[in-house]
């Protein structure tokens, strides 16, 4: 089943036709039924992050598991109030050399500098994960502009997804939240 996508229409015409999709789960099909949403904060503007999905053991379609995925937009990350165009920016700031606090700045983000070194950190907790992802589509390249492994992992992901919207092509090829840490 597909988790993220460009925009709402894409997502309502996938909600359609719910009843056709395997539950990510347990793999049942047609028990699958609409649950809601999910809002939240991204850049201090209340949005529409997610749609719930109920994989419904009482169906008549058949039996499902229970469990409650969420379909997602790929400029949105789970968990966070930021962006995905925001975080991409603030990574192509961080490979420009720039320290935390610069490249938090230069996002204009509402958010706290606090919250720019969890951003960092969290960054850094996943970068095995993303490096793995990224090099499954293709070896990296034999040489590196930069000194620490962390920035050497920015730089692949930007170099094989793109340089403007990293986060959001990430999350739509490998059907995963950019900050997940599985």
Known sequence: MQLFFDDADTVQAFLSRLRLEPCPVCGARGPLTRHGYIRGYVEGRLTVMAWRVFCDPDSAAGKGCGHAPCVRLAGTLSGRCLSAACLAFFILALLAGVSVRAAWKACGT????RSGYRTRARLGQCQSVLRTRVSARGPPRAERRTETAFLATLEMLTESLG????VCVYQRTFQRGFLSLA
């Open 163 to 166: 340089r403007d919207d990293t």
């Open 110 to 113: 509402v958010l706290s500098l």
